[in-house]
């Protein structure tokens, strides 16, 4: 898998009463319960056409918390991402889609979680489509005798039930047509939305003064390992500290840094580099063990 891409399969413990809560509002056809009229009908001529409505007012507030609650504490521990953007609900049936796009700058990461009953599902299409790296850098080892098809192109990710997909948004995606079905039952369902607010995130007794100033430290080390390097991109780092302050176990957990093909060499060895500098961190004698979520933030203009 590429490191701009996590799947998570069987995410949340709430996928199924998520989903039976979606399935109860659509049970009567006829019905004019005044949930039935909370959709929105995005329609944005040759980009985007699904029905939306907010996550977070659709299901039962208890419910809904659960699973949002469950997600934060996912992005900060495996992201660095301390919350979510306000989540989103998409239907997608019959003519449903999204041409590819970027999305900037929500957030360093982007993710769908489905409810949709992808097993026997009636219809085709709603896979989630990712350019792949070979097409951003099409040029590059070029072959004229070498035929290239979608699947060399796109890389289509099923919105299987349970599944959580994050990616990073920079790369151009969208969503395939969907076709076949006009019932909201058998359409594609999913909640999404972008990680955001990269931060430290410590779970044990650490200092927030001493991770602050080694991170300062570790700053002022990277002007210098960075030059002119134009990256950009989120690094998140874990580790674990013990009784004493020692680094145990640096391992990265995600990386979105991106730099030119010829500068690629020059990106790892700044990576290396870092890891190399945390795993000698002394941050000072605690009450116990803690563990470290560390998200660095490359931009450039």
Not at 40 to 68: E, S
Not at 116 to 138: A, H, I, K, M, Y
Request: net charge positive; proline share 8%.
């Amino acid at each position: 898998m590429p490191r701009d891409l996590l799947i998570i399969d069987q995410f949340a413990t709430e996928a199924e009463q998520l989903r039976a809560a979606f399935d109860a509002k659509f049970a009567n056809p006829r019905s004019t319960a005044a949930d039935r009229f909370v959709w929105d009908y995005w329609h944005v001529p040759g980009q985007y056409t699904a029905l939306r409505t907010p996550a977070w007012t659709y299901f039962p507030a208890p419910l809904y918390r659960a699973f949002h609650e469950r997600l934060v504490a996912w992005g900060r521990e495996t992201l660095g991402c301390h919350d979510v953007s306000p989540p989103w609900l998409s239907l997608y049936v019959e003519g449903c889609r999204q041409e590819l796009h970027g999305d900037l700058p929500h957030g360093p990461w982007a993710f769908v979680y489905s409810l949709t009953p992808w097993r026997g599902r009636t219809f085709r299409g709603g896979e989630t489509l990712l350019l792949r790296d070979e097409v951003l850098d099409f040029w590059h080892d070029f072959t004229s005798v070498r035929g290239v098809e979608e699947g060399e192109l796109l890389r289509a990710i099923e919105p299987r039930f349970g599944r959580l997909t994050v990616f990073d948004p920079r790369i151009p995606h969208g969503v395939r047509t969907v076709t076949g079905t006009h019932d909201p039952r058998e359409g594609r369902l999913v909640i999404h939305g972008w990680f955001v607010q990269p931060r430290p995130f410590v779970r044990g007794p650490l200092s927030a003064r001493v991770l602050t100033q080694r991170i300062g430290e570790l700053t002022d080390r990277l002007g210098p390992w960075l030059g002119e390097l134009p990256i950009a991109g989120l690094f998140s780092v874990a580790f674990d500290v013990d009784r004493r302050g020692d680094v145990r176990g640096v391992r990265v957990l995600s990386d979105t840094t991106r730099v030119p093909k010829a500068d690629e060499p020059v990106r790892r060895r700044v990576v290396r580099k870092i890891r190399d500098a945390i795993a000698v961190w002394q941050l000072g004698a605690q009450r116990g063990p803690s563990r470290v979520t560390l998200p660095l933030v490359f931009e450039r203009g």
